[in-house]
């Protein structure tokens, strides 16, 4: 069975930083993680940040400039940088991942196919 597995999460006082990474595990090459997402409590969940096909990357507004994304298509793996953490940072990260050939910015909304099980990340002021 193949599935996305997270690492990386955490606590960390505001201004700190942290870095997330996701693998594919089982046939690690039949899914492609490409993006992540985060639930903070009480809210819905948000897109934080995406590597399209082609390398191009999208982030939402609260985190520009504060993470980045990155891919290692070698290893079939997606990183998230995260510097300059604040507290509304807090949240559930959960990467995301599709078929190889799917890109997620020419689909949109509702691309993932495959879901990590999700790593904490709590930033205290």
């Known amino acids: 069975q193949v599935q996305l597995v997270e690492s990386g999460g955490g606590l960390v006082q505001a201004g700190g930083s942290l870095r997330l990474s996701c693998a594919a595990s089982g046939n690690i090459f039949s899914i492609v993680p490409r993006a992540w997402y985060r639930q903070a409590p009480g809210k819905q969940l948000e897109l934080v940040a995406v590597v399209g096909r082609g390398g191009i990357t999208k982030y939402a507004d609260s985190v520009k400039g504060r993470f980045t994304v990155a891919r290692d298509n070698a290893k079939n793996t997606v990183s998230l940088q995260m510097n300059s953490l604040k507290p509304e940072d807090t949240g559930v990260y959960y990467c995301?991942?599709?078929?190889?050939?799917?890109?997620?910015?020419?689909?949109?909304?509702?691309?993932?196919?495959?879901w990590g099980q999700g790593t904490q990340v709590t930033v205290s002021s």
């Open positions: 995301a991942g599709a078929a190889p050939l799917l890109d997620p910015l020419a689909v949109g909304e509702n691309w993932a196919d495959y």
